[in-house]
């Protein structure tokens, strides 16, 4: 059928086959021209408006082959204010939980499905190295193991088995590839990589997407040694399709033509540029609209063959067929799934997963007979954007779509609250200072022009602390009468995501000022990180008694870090991404290559503020007895609960490869797995590990396993401390 389509085409008909129009951008008319004339797909477009444009195509388009639409459903279905808002990306990686994570996916395919789209961007699979980059948020965390896991988990729970589901949808597997790795982690920069490097840090975690069986995959802006990756063959191509076996298709990132022209320079003319991109094996052109004129000047010129766009659009239609596209062009989705109370447990679920305890002096959990009166203190304890961070309604708006917070969501503050309506303790609350250094304001959004001016506002960097002080002071006051103090610290969505890349990972604005005043009172302190990625604060670590990761925790962040704080569950989250003690000291990732000279500064310590891995429970859990089976490379070891209430370890199991031609990491983390333990109660836990963990990419960029020593440990984090060890030959 495929081929039978591709012969009646138009040289037009492919061009436009090739493109994703972007509708917020272009509006609905135009939009509308362009379904009739047989584009491939649109974005950022929901309900109502998708399904209009779909029967435009089916109905007005001289081939009728249906469009399929595609959004950034990110954490949850987002840009829709009724759905169902998950903990970031990030966030879920602090669960390390395949299955949680599985659901999560299965949870926003049927939403986006009910909203009529049929495609997400989703997951990233850059590595999060650099905690100054914007979209630290949008990764699974630092290491490519976890990150691999992970996505291949969410990728199964997107799409299911059936493409044609009602409640599937295609995933995007992105940015392919080293997005992570831009220069001084400045979004969309050049990429300092080799393909020995790209093969052996940044290409596993996509290996495991094609594995998975994800569909489509997106095109990075970065560039390997001046090459853009829009135009590298040799990534797009021989990489993903002849030894990845990728059989879906590959669209560009947001108007990478474009960018050959304007920001890359390498060409001067949308001719080229689009020849160029479509000879590397770019299928689906997004934003690029000039693209359609380009490539078919291109081929009547004779300087491509129209066998590129043939190859292109049939990829883009095996997806189609495969989804199901031609008979069913509207997606049914799930009816009533949208923001529906299953998917909000799961959402609930995530949260309290993903918290993360990074000190606790015995304060935690928190006694609820020791206290009278607690002051709730902090920028993000009641403020539901910082709680959600990026890619939500109010980060980008649909036009015409309403702005304004929808409910359900729980804050922290509304959290506290519930968790204490039963008891006497009173709560009172101060908002402190806010994140950006600037005056509070809590206005609602009626309309996108307002509150794109209420962003551009927040993003200016006019630091002038004291406009903050009346802030602070009242804060002192209230933590004045209180027998425990509650933080809520953290950023806000203007210091995460594209083009908000931080310099600085110190806190911003006067919060470092207002915990230091309150530090001054010798009340107990509990900090709790709403943030959208590490922050380097071994001041407020310092003066905290206990310290909770909460990053972007979703629709019930709020509730799931007061839960945690009050032992209404055992913690179990693990960092996914190491902690800076100072922003010099990134990347600070834990899996670098050993060093000459210690690789530490003489101001600075060389181990993070917090490491990968790590992460406490209100019990403590011993390893013993660590074994290797060398037939079948299983790691088991016996993980004992040593304290007095169930918990849930995460098994980390780490190797080092002792010699080897090339240099390795001093360890990478190799497999993973969550055991429940009752208090006193032993297990032994097996894991399986993969060859390629044992192997290494020489400089002729094959990778191979190279016998020799091998360090196997298992235990609670990377750090060395935590780990226990075996040393085999293999
Ligand atoms: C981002 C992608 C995103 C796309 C569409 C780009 O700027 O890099 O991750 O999917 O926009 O919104």
């Known amino acids: 059928m495929i081929d039978e389509l591709i012969s009646k085409m138009t040289l037009e008909q492919k061009a436009a086959q090739m493109i994703q129009v972007p509708v917020a951008m272009v509006g609905m008319e135009k939009a509308k021209e362009w379904a009739r004339k047989g584009v491939g797909s649109f974005l950022h477009v929901l309900g109502d408006d998708a399904r209009e444009l779909q029967r435009i195509a089916v109905e007005q388009s001289e081939l009728k082959i249906p469009v399929v639409f595609g959004i950034d459903a990110i954490h949850g279905h987002c840009l829709n204010r009724n759905a169902t808002i998950f903990p970031s990306q990030l966030a879920m990686a ?49 290491d490519k ?111 990478n033509v474009n960018a050959l022209i304007r920001r890359q320079r390498v060409c ?12 590397a094996g770019n299928d689906m052109i997004m934003c690029s609209t000039e693209f359609y004129e380009g490539i078919i000047e291109q081929v009547r010129s004779g300087k491509i063959e ?58 935690l959990p928190v006694n609820k007979k020791n206290i009278r009166r607690i002051a709730v203190i902090g920028p993000n304890a009641d403020d539901i954007r910082a709680q959600y961070g990026d890619w939500t309604y109010f980060t980008h708006p649909v036009p015409g779509r309403f702005t304004e917070p929808q409910r359900p969501y729980v804050t922290l503050l509304e959290g506290i609250k519930e968790s204490l309506k039963d008891s006497d303790i009173e709560v009172a609350y101060a908002y402190g200072c806010s994140v950006n250094g600037r005056g509070y304001y809590k206005g609602d959004y009626p309309d996108t022009g307002a509150f794109m001016e209420q962003v551009y506002q927040d993003n200016s960097h006019d630091n002038d602390g004291s406009k903050e002080m009346p802030y602070i002071n009242e804060a002192a006051e209230i933590a004045k009468k209180a027998d425990l103090i509650i933080l809520a610290l953290g950023d806000n969505y203007n210091q995460a995501g ?23 009172m010798k009340i107990p302190i509990i900090t709790v990180l709403i943030s959208s990625k590490p922050l380097a604060i071994p001041q ?35 960092l996914p991404i190491s902690f800076p003690v100072m922003t010099g000291q990134v990347p600070v990732y834990y899996n670098q290559f050993p060093g000459w000279h210690e690789g530490r500064y003489v101001d600075c310590p060389k181990e993070p503020l917090f490491a990968f891995g790590e992460g406490l429970s209100y019990t403590w859990y011993e390893y013993s007895n660590l074994k290797f089976d060398k037939e079948t490379k299983t790691v088991s070891v016996d993980v004992s609960n040593k304290g007095s209430v ?34 006193g109660q032993t297990k032994t836990v097996s894991i399986k590990l993969e060859d ?13 396993i190279e016998p020799g020593e091998f360090v196997i440990m298992a235990g609670h984090s990377s750090k060395d401390e935590d780990l226990i060890k075996l040393s085999v030959e293999l």
């Open 692 to 704: 390629d963990s044992f192997s290494v990419v020489l400089p002729d960029e094959t990778r191979v």
């Open 498 to 520: 594209e083009y908000n890349d931080r310099a600085d990972l110190n806190l911003s604005g006067m919060q470092e000022a207002l915990v230091r005043i309150l530090s001054t």
């Open 94 to 142: 602090s669960s390390w939980d395949r299955d949680l994570v599985r659901r999560v996916g299965h949870a926003t395919a049927a939403e986006v499905a009910t909203d009529g789209l049929h495609w997400t961007f989703s997951p990233v699979l850059c590595l999060g190295r650099d905690a100054r980059w914007g979209r630290i948020n949008e990764t699974f965390g630092e």
């Open 306 to 363: 129209e066998k590129y766009l043939d190859e292109a659009v049939r990829h883009i239609l095996t997806i189609k067929l495969r989804m199901g596209l031609f008979e069913k062009p509207d997606k049914k989705g799930v009816p009533g799934s949208i923001g529906c109370e299953a998917h909000r447990k799961t959402s609930l679920e995530a949260a309290r997963k993903s918290i993360t305890v990074l000190k606790n002096d015995g304060i």
């Open 268 to 279: 001067d003319n949308i001719g080229d540029a689009s020849a160029l991109a479509a000879k």
């Open 145 to 255: 193991y976890l990150a691999g896991e992970l996505g291949a988990s969410i990728i199964k729970g997107y799409q299911g088995d059936d493409l044609s589901a009602d409640d599937s949808v295609l995933a995007c597997a992105k940015h392919f590839i080293a997005y992570g790795e831009a220069t001084g982690a400045r979004d969309a920069y050049d990429t300092e990589v080799t393909y020995r490097k790209i093969k052996d840090e940044f290409l596993p975690p996509f290996k495991k997407a094609v594995e998975a069986g994800c569909a489509t995959f997106m095109t990075a802006y970065g560039s390997v040694d001046g090459t853009p990756f829009t135009i590298d063959r040799k990534t797009l191509h021989n990489i993903l399709r002849e030894e990845l076996k990728f059989d879906g298709f590959l669209i560009t990132d947001w108007d």
């Open 540 to 574: 407020i670590v310092n003066w905290s008694d206990a310290v909770v990761c909460a990053f972007n925790g979703g629709m019930y962040g709020g509730q799931a870090a007061s839960e945690a704080i009050f032992g209404d569950f055992n913690p179990q989250g693990r």
């Open 646 to 679: 169930k918990g849930v370890e995460t098994v980390q199991v780490y190797i080092d490869d002792v010699v080897s031609s090339v240099m390795t990491a001093v360890k990478n983390l190799a497999g993973f797995d969550k055991v429940e333990l009752e208090p």
